[in-house]
T-cell receptor, first 110, second 113 residues
Framework: DTAVSQTPKYLVTQMGNDKSIKCEQN?????MYWYKQDSKKFLKIMFS???????INETVPNRFSPKSPDKAHLNLHINSLELGDSAVYFC?????????FGPGTRLTVL | SQKIEQNSEALNIQEGKTATLTCNYT??????LQWYRQDPGRGPVFLLL?????KEKRKERLKVTFDTTLKQSLFHITASQPADSATYLC????????????FGKGTKLSVKP
């Protein structure tokens, strides 16, 4: 029944590790997004895919790589994690303008 | 540079009163503006969208206005209830790519019984 789901909900890891966050939507939307919400609650777009194609790529370090195997999934892989990557990461989908957000993944880098 | 400001970080009001939240922007000409609600530990939830050629939009107890001359949107909750307590985010369409939203930092609304 869940519209946009993310796994895991919590992720605690050491600096330098590589981790992935998965996102799936069952709404049939063509466009999916990744957002980062930092400790000051500021929500900022990172990437957007439309039908598996990258359409928005904000100034995000190359260590972040989104992958969309099909239009229902958009995963986020992060290499060489740094302390500043600690945040809540939200996946979202839209059709056309209203965005539906997932529950978020809280990433803590130690 | 482009900027969005939600003037109050926090707003406390009494139950039954009207809450009015403000969103101002500079250096934009957004095609539309949206308002979202975010509860602690959850993702934002879409509330309303208003386009540049619309002055006002309503949905139940919610009302949004959009003044492109003042570069301002007002978000009203009438007959507020404690259950309306949450953080409210405004978001502007940046233009260009579909769905490229710029979010304000939010206003945390507390409605006291």
């Amino acid at each position: 029944d869940t519209a946009v789901s993310q796994t895991p909900k919590y992720l605690v890891t050491q600096m330098g590790n590589d981790k992935s966050i998965k996102c799936e939507q069952n709404l049939g939307h063509d466009t999916m997004y990744w957002y980062k919400q930092d400790s000051k609650k500021f929500l900022k777009i990172m990437f957007s895919y439309n039908n598996k194609e990258l359409i928005i790529n904000e100034t995000v370090p190359n260590r972040f790589s989104p992958k969309s195997p099909d239009k229902a999934h958009l995963n986020l892989h992060i290499n060489s994690l740094e302390l500043g990557d600690s945040a809540v990461y939200f996946c979202a989908s839209s059709h056309p303008d209203e965005q539906f957000f997932g529950p978020g993944t809280r990433l803590t880098v130690l | 540079s482009q900027k969005i400001e939600q003037n109050s970080e926090a707003l406390n009001i009494q139950e039954g009163k009207t809450a009015t939240l403000t969103c101002n922007y500079t250096n934009y000409s957004p095609a539309y503006l949206q308002w979202y609600r975010q509860d602690p530990g959850r993702g934002p939830v879409f509330l309303l969208l208003i386009r540049e050629n619309e002055k006002e939009k309503r949905k139940e107890r919610l009302k949004v206005t959009f003044d492109t001359t003042l570069k301002q949107s007002l978000f009203h909750i009438t007959a507020s209830q404690p259950a309306d307590s949450a953080t409210y985010l405004c978001a502007l369409a940046k233009g260009g790519s579909q769905g490229n939203l710029i979010f304000g930092k939010g206003t945390k609304l507390s409605v006291k019984p």
